[in-house]
């Protein structure tokens, strides 16, 4: 059988959940098309068939490294044989490059970036970085850091630090349990300057996908929320998104209390609070950190999920009621007549059979509400929701191939219980960006203006299209139950003294970089989304591959 090898993707994982989060999934394979002409190489043939995620694979129970290899260059081979297979070399990015604090100051006033994609032109990878320039030396004298992620590859994550930083403390926060976390406390092991730091996950099905860099500096902190997971596939060649902040100085010792040093959009009580409820001793220093900072000029709003039945007060805290809060006193002026909810991610969970249930029922009523109209906006009409999700022929012709559906969780058991969504559903197209072949790992959701050309607000988030990330009420309305910690930042154009944001168009230096093309593109009568756990061998993707899961 002939395997594919080349830069592993990141690592996701399903549950059988109503949650498609990235969970556990055995590999797939991927066979090269006979019909294709390819460069033949001699390669060992090995026991063991090769692990799609490579040296990526959290995966370090024995059964599966019983049943598969993790390198190509695997010492435990024997034999030889010649297989038919791509000579895979890794692109170089090529031309001069600002350094990452130009870009940073290029991202302003939104301070959102993409990061770099490996294989596309130079000129689409402008406003991005990779996550070695985020930790750079430029960026700051780093005196310690803080990681809050879901898929971690320590070894790697430790060399995208610069020499010179690569002893600072750094902590761990992740959600990993049983044979996963006893795995990351042996490979953490030997990096002494490491701690680790378990999320609590109460509830069933939850997963810890909040993704945040806190870096604390000489001069100040900086923090940076995002969607990439902490493996290379993952800072490759997908799509992902980047919101970060200015260094952000320290308060006079008379000031030095978390009131002080406040944003109007509350940045600083809400971090400290989404903190808190990790309910953590290990994250009691970096809480006492922030609250010595001023965070006056941070100009969005942190939107976060926290594991839990929350009610009261602490109901519209999190999850879409806490968009609906912030909208209501924020967002726009009602009779926002033609405009429409975009909805874009990388994974669905189980919704419900009828998209009245939550769809369109509390989660659409969330994302339309406007600052005047009360505590409880009508949900909008069938028309006014689009939702950006890979079709089959985006994934196979991205730059990855079907391997970039590793990362995209649509199962068909949940796919069958919910057609209603085909109805909604938009191709990924990112030529403003260059991005259209780099698979989509980011989530973005915004509300447009009927022509596309303006946006009410836009929010960069971890939170994929499930009831587990944005919670769903429960007991007639009276609790919002959530099963995953998950984080993102919302822009309102309020915040920035404007009416709107601008939607910038091709070729100009103006306007909110959207992540992918306005007007969006829908599903042609052939097209079907992508499902992960079904094959696809009629057409080879990019790689002359085919995608046989188990």
Known sequence: MNVASRIPPSVHKVSDSESEEETSKPSAIEKFSPSLPMKKRKIKKRKLPLCKFGQTCYRKNPSHLKEFRHTINDSSSSGSDELDGPSFKRPRLVGKRQTPLQILESSQPWSFLLTTVTGI???FNTLSLGIAEILSEEMGELVSSAQFNYVIDIPWLVKQYPAKFRNKPLLIVHGATRDENISLHETAEAFPHIRLCQAKLDIMFGTHHTKMMLLRYTSGVRVVIHTANLVEGDWYQKSQGIWMSGILPKLDGNEAIASAGESATHFKHDLLEYLSAYNSHALLEWIACLQQHD????????????????????????????????????????????SCIVGQFSSIGSLGSKQENWLCGEWLASLSQTRSSGGLALAAVHGDLKLVFPTVDNVRTSLEGYAAGGALPYSINTAKKQQYLHSFFHQWKADCRGRSEASPHIKTYMRASSDFKKLSWFLVTSANLSKAAWGALEKNASQLMIRSYELGVLMLPFHFKEADFEVRSTGEESGFPVPFDLPLTSYGKQDRPWLWDIPYVHKPDTHGTKWCPP
Not at 313 to 320: E, L, R, V, W
């Open 121 to 123: 032109s130079p000129s």
């Open 295 to 338: 965070m006056s000029a941070v100009k969005v709003h942190l939107i976060a999920s926290i594991p839990g039945r929350h009610t009261a007060a602490k109901k519209a805290s999190f999850g879409h009621l806490k968009l609906r809060k912030v909208l209501s006193r924020y967002g726009p002026l009602p009779g926002v007549a033609g």
